[in-house]
């Protein structure tokens, strides 16, 4: 099908292919050939509804693979097995004829109590960036588009519709925005979704600052900015600051108001050109995707792979005294709800009606010979009587004291995490943790098995001998958990978030979730582990960590700058132990003596390396010179500083295995001098430095005793002045009695000079 030029449409026309038709669909334009072309939502799998449905719930989406939610694929790290989940996301997507999917979300995780912290992938920029670059190219070599999501700043549920993220330009940069930039420069989604928020007092989908100048002038973004549905606060602003899309449908009111404001010169008509144009791009992309994919879906082959990636999705906190695997013919006592009634994935636009579900009960009775006996030990019901609780307890204390083990699945129910609120603390009930302490009581052979969408406290990782998070792992979650408890898959996720010991240790603590409207993002460029490090503050879990059935062993890493300015990372690890198993490797870099606030380290490259036992592979890792830059606030651009980095080849950002430091040569950054630069900038400048240095060894020999008295004995008077601005250097001049040529227009005249030498 031929999709037609923008220029063979009215003004009408192209007003209306700037909403949406409906919920789901874009608008036609029947009269040239425009079809319409359905979106939905993601982003762990297919939520395909019938028109007039809840839109929240999934009684009306068509079966789907409910895949593991971000909060677990990301803790894999491991880019060829995402890139894998994403093509099978694409394959479903083009099957239901559906032309763009709306995910992945990749919003950093900067408290623990967002609500909809199971949609996103981290709390570091490398990592969600990474990630979501191979999900996008996963799901678009299908055919079919994808929607990065939500830009920018969306970092809550309290207040979403109209709070303002008040973030520094540094962290706004460096953290927030970094993951956004490198999917958009890698992969080209065929949509970026603006997210409800306002960024800095701004609306985001009115801000022609984030999405043209960023989104598209500075990063090269090619394709169409769509609405998060219902984000649109001014149309017309927004379509003119580069917001093209407008969903859900408005019933044709925004359309007439971008009519009028054309008519009555408010607007420009070129505007509604280049969204309308869009709009005809991403359909003409739809219309030629279509069909790539044949059906029927193979049901079994893409369970088959969320099961595998949900093993490869749980991390093993701890296995004290090799607790775990556990023995196939052992008395097991399961322990908990969750083993009988998954929670798999979050509440709100995301839930999927999956094809199947697992349970992890059945699972693990399907893998042993051996006695499985199951106590409910708790309830997730909203209102539970204490008589209840006192007897679900006792019933599970019973099971455990005659088991060789117990598996204790504890966990958040799902009413405590949803899109659309925030969670008040990171408790997990009392109930459960009265559980506990009752089971490792009857049984310290205990492994407690976690399923939340958010991190939790954690008070009893001191006394339980084993702890699996197994996040929620999506539809096959209770097959995978099944296999990493008997050691058929050896586990090798880690953590994408820091697993802290107490709520108020968190970087956001006292800046959440704000107040009359604005979020201030007051921990600036310390979020995640980079708060926790710099403040030498205890975890339960540090960034990073997860461990395995196996061992490994690292040489002493080696680093280079290549031709391109990239750092090159070689180090050789080893399987040290008698299973195959997989390794992340991960690398941090550092700059003692940086004239910026920086973390003591941060993750800037990473890779996932499976080893058969004995096998040693030399693995190379690239930080790219662009990941070593920071936002200079006073250009306003990305700038290398150049000095020697310590690159740090680690298990975790606490398990450093070796390190290596570089010479890293930096960018030139050429600021023009002013009356009120310092002393400091201006001695440090090739023409004007010399100058000044003269003037200033003929002012303070100028100085009598007097005048120097007013200092007290041993006072650096360099250091001093390196702060002095350079337009007040006068006042030197009269103090030393000498006011000759030290007046303004020397100074003047001088700064003049050295900013001519620097423009040539």
Not at 177 to 193: N, S, Y
Not at 208 to 219: C, F, G, I, M, Q
């Amino acid at each position: 099908m031929s999709i037609p030029d923008v220029t063979e449409l009215t003004l009408e026309e192209k007003a209306s292919l700037t909403s949406g038709a409906s919920f789901w669909h874009t608008k036609s334009v029947d009269r040239v050939g425009v079809p319409a072309i359905m979106v939905t939502d993601g982003p762990h799998g297919l939520r395909k509804q019938r028109e007039g449905g809840d839109h929240l719930g999934i009684g009306d989406s068509v079966p789907a693979t409910c895949f593991p939610p971000a909060v677990g694929l990301g803790s894999s790290w491991d880019i060829d097995l995402v890139h894998r989940v994403g093509e099978a996301l694409g394959t479903e997507t083009s099957i239901e004829n559906v032309g763009v999917l709306l995910g992945p979300g990749i919003n950093i995780k900067r408290s623990p109590l967002c609500g909809r912290n199971f949609e996103y992938l981290s709390e570091d920029p490398i990592v969600s960036g990474l990630l979501g670059a191979a999900i996008v190219r996963g799901i678009q070599s299908k055919g079919v588009g994808t929607s990065l999501k939500h830009f920018a700043a969306n970092n809550q549920e309290n207040d979403r519709m109209r709070s303002s993220s008040d973030v520094d330009p540094r962290p706004l940069r460096e953290i927030y925005l970094r993951g956004f930039q490198r999917v958009v420069e890698d992969a080209q989604p065929w949509t970026v979704m603006c997210s409800y928020n306002r960024i800095n007092g701004v609306y985001a989908s009115e801000d022609p600052w984030l999405l043209t100048r960023v989104l598209r002038d500075e990063w090269g973004f090619e394709g169409l900015v769509v609405s998060d549905w219902g984000a649109v606060n001014e149309r017309v602003p927004g379509l003119a600051a580069g917001m093209d899309l407008e969903m859900p449908s408005s019933n044709g009111v925004t359309d007439a108001q971008i009519v009028a404001a054309v008519r009555d010169g408010s607007l420009a008509e070129s505007a509604v050109d280049v969204a309308a144009g869009r709009v005809l791009d991403l359909v003409r992309k739809a219309t030629e995707g279509a069909g790539a994919v044949a059906g029927p879906l193979d049901v079994d082959a893409h369970h088959a792979l969320a099961r595998e990636a949900a093993g490869r999705s749980i991390v093993l906190l701890k296995n004290d005294g090799d607790l775990l695997p556990l023995a196939k013919d052992a008395k097991i006592a399961v322990i908990g709800e969750f083993a009988e009634k998954p929670r798999y994935q979050g509440a709100g636009s995301s839930m999927i009606n999956p094809t199947r579900l697992d349970s992890a009960l059945e699972e693990i009775r399907a893998l042993t010979p051996g006695e499985v006996a199951y106590a409910q030990g708790f309830s997730n019901a909203l209102e539970v009587a204490d008589e209840q609780t006192s007897a679900l307890r006792d019933e599970a204390v019973a099971a455990a004291s005659v088991s060789d083990v117990v598996v204790l699945f504890l966990g958040l129910p799902a009413r405590l995490e949803s899109e659309g609120y925030d969670r008040e603390d990171i408790d997990l009930p009392a109930a459960q943790l009265h559980l506990v302490d009752a089971v490792l009581a009857a049984n310290p052979n205990t492994v407690v098995v976690l399923s939340n969408g958010g991190v939790v406290a954690l008070p009893f990782a001191d006394r339980v001998p084993a702890i699996l998070e197994a996040w929620l792992l999506g539809q096959a979650g209770g097959a995978a958990t099944a296999d990493v408890l008997f050691g058929d898959v050896n586990p090798s996720a880690k953590l994408t978030e820091t697993i802290p010991m107490r709520l108020e240790d968190t970087p956001a603590f006292l800046d959440f979730p704000g107040e009359f409207s604005h979020t201030r993002y007051g921990e600036g460029l310390f979020v995640g582990y980079r708060w926790y490090d710099a403040r030498r503050l205890e975890v339960a879990f540090p960034f990073g960590h997860g461990l395995s059935y196996t061992t490994f062993s690292y040489t002493d890493a080696a680093a280079q700058v290549d031709a391109n300015g990239d750092v090159e990372v070689t180090v050789a690890v080893t399987n040290t132990g008698d299973r195959a198993g997989r390794e992340v490797v991960q690398v941090y870099t550092s700059l003692n003596g940086s004239s910026v606030q920086r973390a003591p380290r941060e993750l800037k490259a990473f890779a996932s390396v499976a080893l058969e036992p004995g096998e040693t592979q030399v693995v190379t890792l690239t930080v790219r010179r662009k990941d070593l830059a920071y936002w200079d606030i006073r250009p306003g651009r990305w700038v290398v500083e150049g000095g020697e980095y310590t690159i740090d080849v680690a298990a975790s950002s606490r398990d450093i295995r070796s390190s290596v430091t570089v010479a890293v040569e930096g960018d030139v950054v050429s600021l023009p001098l002013s009356r009120t630069s310092s002393m400091g900038e201006v001695l440090s400048h090739p023409i004007a430095g010399p100058v000044v240095q003269a003037a200033i060894a003929q002012m303070m020999g100028g100085l009598d005793e007097s005048a120097a008295s007013i200092m007290p004995e041993g006072v650096d008077m360099s250091k001093m002045m390196e702060s002095f601005p350079i337009g007040r250097i006068g006042m030197m001049g009269a103090l030393a009695g000498d006011g000759a040529g030290t007046g303004p227009e020397m100074i003047d005249d001088l700064l003049a000079m050295a900013n001519a030498a620097q423009r040539d």
